[in-house]
């Protein structure tokens, strides 16, 4: 029987540990979208920020332009005046690092392969691999379903630390909040009724947590920790790690580095799913609606 272990990657954390040299399977390609540099472009102006308090509440016609403009050259944005609180967000920060510094075994009890063998999307671990020459990403992963609520797969919730579960109750009911107001707003832009948007994702619509841990790495200029993508979703709603940059947006052909924040920052990126939206305001999407991304990062870690 043929061997096929190389469809089961090491934790990239356990592997970081005990290698000077990433191995091949990680290492960037040239005939990749960012040509073996990682270097990236700083970005000419500031990452536009909406306060969302003060468009949601008065439909302030500065917030609005402010909103318009941001969508139409970058597709993301940060928000403020959100509503969540900042020991919210540093509870779900805290309790995210700390699962991933637990010891492999009990991480692995919450493992996206299922009898050592087939991969699920839901759990701990890594993307699946499905062919040898694939570039694996330098990161963990912990992918969880959050909505609808009846749906959460606990079995995969992590009871260690122990605030984990009731924090990311908090941070999903929170969230729903932020990205119902983003949508309203955007329909407004669009002159449709307020809740057209909303009302295109129906109550049984999907959103995802997704926990992407970045290990150090000895050569952080030849990995990637996530390859370049489209969040095919809806609303990303992306918290960002506080102390280590590394989020690069592709526009016009370049990659641009958006720079740390001094403080927790919610971060939106507007998916494939809510162009389609947008362009068909009569198509009812009931089975995908968003994800909430938490990035984690050690200490002069490069990310992307």
């Given at each position: 029987m043929?061997?096929?272990?190389?469809?089961?990657p090491s934790s990239v954390q356990q592997l970081a540990a005990s290698i000077q040299e990433p191995p091949r399977q990680y290492l960037l390609r040239e005939q990749e979208p960012l040509g073996g540099n990682l270097a990236g472009t700083e970005m000419p102006d500031p990452i536009p920020t909406i306060d969302l308090g003060l468009l949601s509440a008065s439909n302030d016609a500065e917030e609005a332009a402010k909103l318009r403009s941001a969508l139409q050259t970058w597709g993301f944005f940060k928000v403020s005046n959100h509503g969540m609180e900042t020991s919210l967000m540093d509870s779900v920060m805290t309790a995210s690092r700390d699962f991933f510094r637990l010891p492999l075994e009990e991480k692995r009890k919450y493992s996206n392969i299922i009898g050592g063998k087939h991969f699920q999307m839901e759990g701990?671990?890594?993307?699946?691999?499905?062919?040898q020459d694939q570039r694996l990403d330098w990161s963990d992963r912990l992918h969880l379903k959050v909505e609808p609520e009846?749906?959460?797969?606990?079995?995969?919730?992590?009871i260690h630390p122990k605030s984990f579960r009731d924090d990311l109750h908090e941070y999903t009911l929170r969230s729903k909040r932020i990205k119902d107001d983003i949508l309203r707003a955007m329909a407004k832009l669009l002159e449709l009724d307020e809740d057209c948007l909303v009302n295109q994702f129906s109550d049984r619509a999907l959103t995802y947590a997704r926990f992407n841990y970045y290990p150090p790495c000895?050569?952080?200029?030849?990995?990637?920790g996530i390859k370049p993508h489209s969040d095919v979703y809806a609303l990303t709603v992306l918290l960002m790690d506080k102390d280590v940059a590394g989020l690069q947006f592709l526009r016009d052909g370049t990659w641009y580095n958006v720079p740390a924040a001094s403080n927790y920052t919610l971060l939106i990126n507007v998916g494939v799913t809510m162009e389609v939206a947008i362009s068909e305001p009569q198509v009812n999407f009931s089975h995908i609606y968003s994800t909430m991304e938490v990035a984690i990062s050690e200490p002069r870690v490069i990310f992307i």
């Open positions: 043929a061997d096929e272990s190389w469809r089961l701990y671990g890594t993307d699946q691999v499905k062919t009846d749906e959460r797969n606990l079995a995969l919730w992590p000895p050569r952080p200029d030849l990995v990637l």
